[in-house]
């Protein structure tokens, strides 16, 4: 059974940081795209990062560039969200994402495959 399963969510304040993962099992992703997209009530489902299958090309919305940093090891088949200098408007469900048509980053969840469950992201002020 193919699985991705997000931890590292929770409550935070303004400021603060969380580390998210992403854990695959049931096969390997290292040859594919890889993204965490993120929903809040009432919005749609929104890319936040993508990173190619080696690593070496990364991709953010704008909001998040600067603060948030993206990155896998195909080793450990994990995905990973570093994100710094949370701000209340980054709270939301975020999802880890695999697109196996893809090696380079992809930005549309349409091309996206596998997804996790999510984990609740909430910022305070």
């Known amino acids: 059974q193919v699985q991705l399963v997000e931890s590292g969510g929770g409550l935070v304040q303004a400021g603060g940081s969380l580390r998210l993962s992403c854990a695959a099992s049931?096969?390997?992703?290292?040859?594919?795209?890889m993204g965490w997209f993120r929903q809040a009530p009432g919005k749609e489902r929104e890319f936040v990062a993508g990173i190619s299958r080696s690593g070496g090309s990364t991709s953010y919305t704008d909001s998040v560039k600067g603060r948030f940093t993206i990155s896998r090891d195909n080793a450990k088949n994990t995905l990973y969200l570093q994100m710094n200098s949370l701000k209340p408007e980054d709270t939301a469900n975020y999802y880890c994402a695999a697109s196996t048509r893809y090696g380079r980053v992809v930005r549309d969840h349409i091309v996206y495959d596998y997804w996790g469950q999510g984990t609740q992201v909430t910022v305070s002020s």
């Open positions: 049931g096969r390997s992703f290292s040859s594919d795209s």
